[in-house]
């Protein structure tokens, strides 16, 4: 958001500063300090519920099942719920592109195109612009219910929580100062990682940060190639494991009616590519396509894998093809509207990630299952890293919780104005210790909502199954 100058002229920093000073007269920082449900709040079994409506119905007790295996699972798969919860609230109108589901899980380490090591956000299904508050909250939130679940104290939950806040305020305030180009190409490789974690951490830390990079640079799209195609007699293909994997072959009876809906997809998505990179993908031929089970919200919504060659079997391409329906954060931010989700989600992504895949791109097409449908495209696993909140001790979460924090301060300035978030969240801790509270608050109503669904499943009201 452009802060309006008094001159007419391009707003100075002062008058940004003063703008974000302002808003505390609206929304003071206190206010953010609890969650109480506002009145009429809908029951979070009729949310989910309805999202289930426009998903696969074979898969959605899957999404169930996976969201009742802990409170953090549920809430992993309950955005469409908090949404609701923070669109209630007063805001400070201080609008960058969101994230729109920022929880631990959804920061990981990534390969540049230049084959580094980033630590960034990884899930963009949800992004739409709105006020920064709400990533934070949303990403405090999840420190307090991964903290709960390993069964550390209150006061160490605090502390992550703290430290995540802070670390965000703390390199907003750093990107104020900040040459506009300079807050661009700000990244954070594995090995500035390294550095600034070295004075904070003990050997064991240190040694399991080791590790974590080592892992991330295995997982590679050859070894996912190992892992989901077998050889058969025309070659390498997708093993099936149903439900979670299931080849097209298996789900269409008319081959020909296969090959147009993929090609339909291939072709819409390659128009989405700049022209060196569409260049890149005709050196691939398709080969094989199935449909996979990902994540815990987005169970149910349509996914496919795509396998094409280059040169011979030995050289192959894995791209993924998810379906984008509407953010869950869309009813509360002001009537934006966009033509295609999965272009949405690849803007977005673009906007606040710095390094994203070569091959990202969008479609409109059949969606494979007769039915239009918008999908965004991406290469399926390219050295990503993935934390494991359940393994960490009280000093290793708030660690990583500083990392997320920091991350998201990040993508945040370059979407929107650093300097009026910086003002307004101010010098003091205040609003750590606001988010501190807004996180234990909101972890009660994770829990409650929790519980609900599972006596809906227990009703028999819902089904869900465990894979």
């Given at each position: 958001?452009?802060?309006?100058?008094?001159?007419?002229?391009?707003?100075?920093?002062?008058?940004?500063?003063?703008?974000?000073?302002?808003?505390?007269?609206?929304?003071?920082?206190s206010?953010?300090?609890?969650?109480?449900?506002?009145?009429?709040?809908?029951?979070?079994?009729?949310?989910?519920?309805?999202?289930?409506?426009?998903?696969l119905?074979?898969?959605?007790?899957?999404?169930?099942?996976?969201?009742?295996?802990?409170?953090?699972?549920?809430?992993?798969?309950?955005?469409?719920?908090?949404?609701?919860?923070?669109?209630?609230?007063p805001?400070?109108?201080?609008?960058?592109?969101?994230c729109?589901?920022?929880?631990?899980?959804?920061?990981?380490?990534?390969?540049?195109?230049?084959?580094?090591?980033?630590f960034?956000?990884?899930?963009?299904?949800?992004?739409?612009?709105?006020?920064?508050?709400?990533?934070?909250?949303?990403?405090?939130?999840?420190?307090?219910?991964?903290?709960?679940?390993?069964?550390?104290p209150?006061g160490?939950?605090?502390?992550?929580?703290?430290?995540?806040?802070?670390?965000?305020?703390?390199?907003?305030?750093?990107?104020?100062?900040?040459?506009?180009?300079?807050?661009?190409?700000?990244?954070?490789?594995?090995?500035?990682?390294?550095?600034?974690?070295?004075?904070?951490?003990?050997?064991?830390?240190?040694?399991?940060?080791?590790?974590a990079?080592?892992?991330?640079?295995?997982?590679?799209?050859?070894?996912?190639?190992?892992?989901?195609?077998?050889?058969?007699?025309e070659?390498?293909?997708?093993?099936a494991?149903?439900?979670?994997?299931?080849?097209l072959?298996d789900?269409?009876?008319?081959?020909?009616?296969?090959?147009?809906?993929?090609?339909?997809?291939?072709?819409?998505?390659?128009?989405?590519?700049?022209?060196?990179?569409?260049?890149?993908?005709g050196?691939?031929?398709?080969?094989?396509?199935?449909?996979?089970?990902?994540?815990?919200?987005s169970?149910?919504?349509?996914?496919?894998?795509?396998?094409?060659?280059?040169?011979?079997?030995?050289?192959?391409?894995?791209?993924q093809?998810?379906?984008?329906?509407?953010?869950?954060?869309?009813?509360y931010?002001?009537?934006?509207?966009?033509?295609?989700?999965g272009?949405?989600?690849?803007?977005?992504?673009?906007?606040?990630?710095?390094?994203?895949?070569?091959?990202?791109?969008?479609?409109?097409?059949?969606?494979?299952?007769?039915?239009?449908?918008?999908?965004?495209?991406?290469?399926?696993r390219?050295?990503?890293?993935?934390?494991?909140?359940?393994?960490?001790?009280?000093?290793?979460?708030?660690?990583?919780a500083?990392?997320c924090?920091?991350?998201?301060?990040?993508?945040?300035?370059?979407?929107?104005?650093?300097?009026?978030?910086?003002?307004?969240?101010?010098?003091?801790?205040?609003?750590d210790?606001?988010?501190?509270?807004?996180?234990?608050?909101y972890?009660?109503r994770?829990?409650?909502?929790?519980?609900?669904?599972?006596?809906?499943?227990?009703?028999?009201?819902?089904?869900?199954?465990?894979?």
């Amino acid at each position: 958001m452009t802060v309006p100058s008094s001159s007419g002229a391009f707003p100075s920093p002062a008058e940004r500063a003063a703008h974000g000073r302002s808003v505390r007269k609206r929304v003071p920082r206190s206010s953010h300090g609890s969650f109480q449900a506002a009145p009429g709040r809908r029951d979070p079994v009729d949310v989910i519920e309805r999202q289930s409506a426009t998903r696969l119905p074979e898969l959605v007790p899957v999404r169930h099942g996976r969201m009742l295996e802990s409170p953090f699972r549920f809430y992993r798969g309950a955005a469409a719920v908090m949404a609701g919860d923070l669109g209630a609230l007063p805001d400070t109108g201080l609008r960058v592109q969101l994230c729109g589901d920022a929880h631990l899980l959804n920061f990981r380490l990534l390969a540049s195109p230049e084959r580094r090591l980033v630590f960034d956000i990884n899930d963009f299904d949800e992004t739409h612009a709105g006020p920064f508050e709400w990533d934070v909250k949303r990403l405090a939130a999840s420190v307090a219910i991964a903290g709960r679940a390993n069964g550390f104290p209150a006061g160490a939950q605090n502390r992550a929580v703290r430290a995540c806040v802070e670390a965000y305020r703390r390199r907003m305030r750093e990107f104020a100062g900040m040459r506009t180009l300079d807050i661009w190409y700000a990244q954070d490789d594995a090995d500035r990682l390294r550095e600034l974690m070295a004075s904070s951490m003990d050997r064991e830390a240190r040694r399991r940060t080791a590790e974590a990079t080592g892992k991330a640079r295995t997982r590679t799209h050859l070894q996912a190639f190992a892992k989901l195609t077998r050889p058969s007699a025309e070659g390498r293909r997708i093993a099936a494991d149903p439900p979670l994997i299931t080849p097209l072959r298996d789900l269409l009876d008319d081959p020909a009616a296969e090959e147009r809906a993929l090609r339909e997809v291939l072709g819409g998505y390659a128009g989405s590519l700049s022209s060196e990179r569409r260049h890149l993908l005709g050196r691939y031929h398709l080969v094989d396509v199935a449909r996979k089970v990902v994540g815990v919200g987005s169970v149910g919504t349509r996914c496919w894998i795509v396998l094409l060659l280059g040169r011979d079997d030995d050289d192959p391409l894995l791209l993924q093809a998810k379906e984008a329906q509407e953010s869950v954060l869309a009813p509360y931010t002001g009537g934006e509207r966009h033509d295609n989700q999965g272009r949405r989600v690849v803007a977005g992504q673009r906007l606040i990630q710095t390094t994203s895949d070569i091959l990202l791109g969008w479609t409109h097409a059949a969606g494979l299952d007769g039915r239009p449908r918008d999908f965004y495209v991406r290469q399926l696993r390219d050295w990503k890293g993935i934390a494991r909140p359940e393994t960490m001790d009280p000093e290793l979460m708030a660690l990583f919780a500083r990392l997320c924090g920091a991350s998201l301060a990040r993508a945040h300035a370059r979407s929107g104005d650093p300097v009026a978030i910086a003002a307004y969240l101010g010098r003091g801790d205040r609003f750590d210790r606001a988010l501190a509270g807004f996180a234990r608050d909101y972890a009660d109503r994770n829990e409650r909502d929790f519980e609900a669904l599972g006596a809906a499943v227990r009703s028999g009201r819902l089904r869900a199954e465990s894979r």
